[in-house]
């Protein structure tokens, strides 16, 4: 049974919301002002949450920044239904990391199927980035001459705007000494939020997408030239060689002279049964 939690100072509200919640077959939780909240959310990690923005003590805005800072409640899902309909509000809530904004009066199925959206779509993206790696969604590498540059990849991700301006940064600059502020500073956000938003949606940070970009690049000219791994190492990224060497060891589980030496092997052994096919036909 999937746990929610209800944020809201106005009783009458409160006691509609939890009782249609609990109709829908929903264990519920409440709570009436934002201190008690955000204990509760870190006590009981509901797998989702409503709340009003307007409070006592702090409002709904404090909640969720509070929320996405903490590593054990930053990917629970967040719900808005509030009075605020201003649409500076609802701006500034989905720049902080709201799931989806309700305005009040708002109706039970109006309610109910935010909730289930909110529910499927993180569920969905937890199999997504459980189920595929990196390699799966990255695409392989092309042919490269030897003097050429690592080509510009382009990633497949579940269709949302944040991310796709967050990787399409790191797309263009992974070859620069780039870090996850410079990522943050660009997109105009804290880095605190950019951590929790890219954790939140794929489980990963933002310094492991930098390295995945980087070691694909690395893949691709190790394979497809025979620049020496010096070279390779500062086109990617890497002023230090022995960086490049231990975090190719930590993605690969093996050196590039020998990943490089195994893949050519493979590529020479899929050749000749290419070859071999093609003659027997």
Known sequence: MKKI???????????FFVECLETAGYCVLKADNGLISI??????????????ISLTEIDGYSILSSLRQNPSTAMIPLIFVTNKIARSEVRRAMELGADDYITKPCTVNELLNAISACL??????????TTYSASQFLPLAQ???????????????????????????????????ITLADVAIALGYSSTYLTNLVRRQTGRTVQNWIIEYRMRAACNLLLNTDEKI????????????????????????TTPHTWKAQQRRQQTKNDNKTTTAFCKA
């Open 5 to 15: 939690l209800v944020i809201d100072s106005e009783l009458e509200t409160k006691n």
């Open 39 to 52: 204990q509760q959310a870190q006590a009981e990690l509901p797998d989702l949450i409503i709340s009003e």
């Open 120 to 129: 499927t779509k993180r569920a969905f993206l937890q199999r997504y980035y």
């Open 143 to 177: 042919p490269l001459l030897a003097d050429s540059t690592p080509p510009k990849s382009q990633p497949k991700f579940p269709p949302d705007s944040l991310l796709s301006k967050v990787f399409s940064f790191i797309e263009h600059n992974y070859e620069q000494q």
């Open 230 to 253: 010096e070279a390779i190492a500062a086109k990617v990224g890497y002023q230090n060689v022995t960086h490049f060497f231990r975090q190719f060891r930590q993605h690969q589980g």
